[in-house]
């Protein structure tokens, strides 16, 4: 009797098949975690860089208005219904003044958000002179899509924490407690920018600060 060539041809390509997603499978394996570290390496440059524009803006508004941008929309004459995202909230508002200038800072279509849902019920620009048409209160975010975290120096130490608005949960947050060379917090006598990195957690190590 004849061998079945039909079931043999059929094996062969099932063994085939397996052999290909067997090597697939380990492919992807290498890959993809060489990828991911590519696209964190991308994302943290652009944190850099937003961090490092946001200060350039920060010391030109500092120029403008001998002080830098409270750590609360409420030192702006606004009631936070909330209480959420206020340090970036003033920040954001700030820097979109056209006061005395035009804006202090270039902001991004895609950074824009108001994580939070919340908004003002007077107009912005008779709160900052903000070019914002919207009563959103907008955030500046990170390349992970989360408010950087903001503290006029004067908020600089171990009894201030504000709640934010992260990966969709509220997490409270404080000044980094690193000490400058005077002995104070880190940034005393300007300010502290904080992305909370990829990790959607305040307080780790892939943290990324301002100097």
Do not use: C
């Given at each position: 009797m004849r061998p079945n060539r039909t079931s043999q041809i059929k094996a062969f390509t099932l063994i085939e098949l397996l052999v290909v997603i067997t090597i697939l499978a380990i492919l992807m394996g290498i890959i993809l975690p060489a990828l991911s570290s590519v696209v964190f390496k991308s994302q943290e440059k652009v944190c850099q860089v937003d961090i490092s524009q946001i200060e350039i803006a920060l010391k030109s508004y500092d120029s403008d208005f001998r002080d830098f941008p409270p750590s609360t929309v409420k030192a702006l004459g606004l009631k936070d219904e909330n209480n959420i995202n206020s340090g970036n909230e003033s920040l954001t508002l700030c820097l979109s003044s056209n006061l005395k200038t035009d804006t202090y800072y270039e902001f991004r279509?895609?950074?824009?958000?108001?994580?939070?849902?919340?908004?003002?019920?007077?107009?912005?620009?008779?709160?900052?002179?903000?070019?914002?048409?919207?009563?959103?209160?907008?955030?500046?975010?990170?390349?992970?899509?989360?408010?950087?975290?903001?503290?006029?120096?004067?908020?600089?130490?171990?009894?201030?924490?504000?709640?934010?608005?992260?990966?969709?949960?509220?997490?409270?947050?404080?000044?980094?407690?690193?000490?400058?060379?005077?002995?104070?917090?880190?940034?005393?006598?300007?300010?502290?920018?904080?992305?909370?990195?990829?990790?959607?957690k305040v307080s780790t190590d892939d943290d990324i600060r301002s100097n």
């Open positions: 279509d895609d950074q824009l958000e108001n994580t939070d849902f919340d908004t003002s019920p007077v107009p912005l620009k008779t709160l900052t002179g903000s070019v914002f048409s919207t009563q959103d209160l907008l955030e500046i975010t990170d390349p992970w899509g989360n408010p950087y975290i903001y503290f006029h120096y004067r908020d600089l130490n171990a009894k201030t924490a504000q709640v934010y608005q992260i990966n969709g949960q509220q997490q409270t947050a404080k000044p980094y407690a690193g000490k400058s060379k005077t002995g104070n917090f880190a940034g005393y006598g300007k300010y502290q920018i904080i992305s909370i990195g990829k990790d959607m």
